[in-house]
């Protein structure tokens, strides 16, 4: 992994960190870690909330980089990416047609899919779909192609918000109203029960590497949106405790993952190894939670990196893309 050189002049960073998602608070701590982790590391950073000053501010002193640590439509729908783009100023992160991309469920799992990679089946359901044709009538269909236990995700959205695990019709219904409270499309998709893992994946220049993957174990059996940001609510296992074929196969799928999404820099590939070792692809993150119970500061920990100087990296990796990409 590339280091930025330490006589390098330090760079002014302006993190964003909070927005109006739901995941705003969970965005707000993000940003504070990297914003700190940054400073550590020399680094002149300003951290603020992208609002209605945010454009101007960026016109009249423009920093050398910006990293949009932020969470859920805010900063996944590729929408700030895209306007960033056009103000020509460098930021962390996947661009922002590969961000639509991963940040749509249904599409990064055809796009994973057709690069060989095992994802669950699965079915996708606009709201007005459900409504018009019965609800009753699509889950009886729903039912006879995927019997079994469910998971019912909303298309997009992140930190598990919305997401209900299943294994009975009532329990279906319920999952169907809720995944659409936040989103009009909904995934219903076959359950894989297994070892969760997360692997992160960070390109600082000389191609994106794989980082060991951790294990995730929620105390109460679901890694939901509490059990990801509180304290002591899940055990995590830093390499993963998994067989070591079964994790070289799991980082060769994430890394065709972020490849076929299309990402760079930095991302977060969650995944389920079955009772037969077979990893799964669930779905990809392309800014994933950096706060203290988040899983890429335990991997960059368990592979010997410094924090502050992979994002430093990051950073001036951002700069470099900027410049290759308006100079190729």
């Known amino acids: 992994m590339t280091r930025p050189p330490t006589d390098s002049p330090a760079q002014r960073v302006v993190v964003l960190a909070g927005g109006i998602s739901h995941e705003r608070d969970v965005s707000l701590r ?6 700190d982790a940054l400073a550590s590391h020399g680094l002149q950073v300003e951290l603020r ?21 932020l969470h859920g439509a805010s900063g996944e729908d590729g929408a700030l990416r895209s306007l960033l783009e056009f103000l020509g100023v460098p930021y962390v992160g996947s661009r922002a047609s590969a961000t639509r991309l991963a940040w749509d469920k249904p599409a ?22 459900f409504r018009e044709l019965g609800a009753e009538s699509v889950l009886a269909v729903v039912r006879g192609e995927l019997p079994g236990e469910l998971a019912v995700k909303p298309a997009q959205g992140g930190s598990a918000q919305g997401v209900s695990l299943v294994s009975s019709d009532d329990e ?11 989103c009009d499309v909904a995934i219903i998709e076959q359950r894989i029960r297994g070892t969760e893992i997360a692997i992160g994946v960070i390109d600082t220049g000389d191609g994106p590497v794989a980082l060991p993957a951790v294990e995730i174990e929620p105390l109460s059996g679901v890694y939901d949106f509490e059990a990801r940001y509180n304290a002591g609510e899940t055990r995590f296992y830093a390499p993963a405790r998994i067989a070591d074929d079964v994790a070289e196969r799991a ?12 990402l760079r820099h930095l991302s977060r590939i969650d995944l389920i190894v079955d009772g ?18 988040s899983t890429i500061a335990l991997a960059l920990d368990a592979a010997g990196h ?4 992979v994002y430093a990296a990051l950073a ?5 893309d900027e410049a290759e990409e308006r100079n190729p």
């Open 30 to 35: 993000s940003g504070r870690r990297v914003a």
């Open 49 to 69: 909330d992208p609002d209605a000053t945010l454009l101007p501010a960026l016109l009249a002193d423009r920093p050398d980089v910006v990293w949009p640590a």
């Open 108 to 129: 990064a799992k055809t796009l994973v899919e057709r690069a060989g990679v095992p994802t669950p089946h699965s079915i996708t359901l606009t709201r007005d779909a």
């Open 172 to 182: 279906l219904r319920r999952a169907m109203v809720l995944a659409y409270t936040y």
């Open 251 to 262: 980082t060769a799928i994430a890394l065709a993952a972020h490849g076929a999404l299309g």
């Open 276 to 293: 037969a070792g077979t990893p799964w692809f669930l779905e990809a993150s392309v800014m994933p939670g950096l706060t203290e119970t």
């Open 306 to 309: 410094d924090i502050g100087w």
């Open 316 to 320: 001036q990796a951002a700069i470099r």
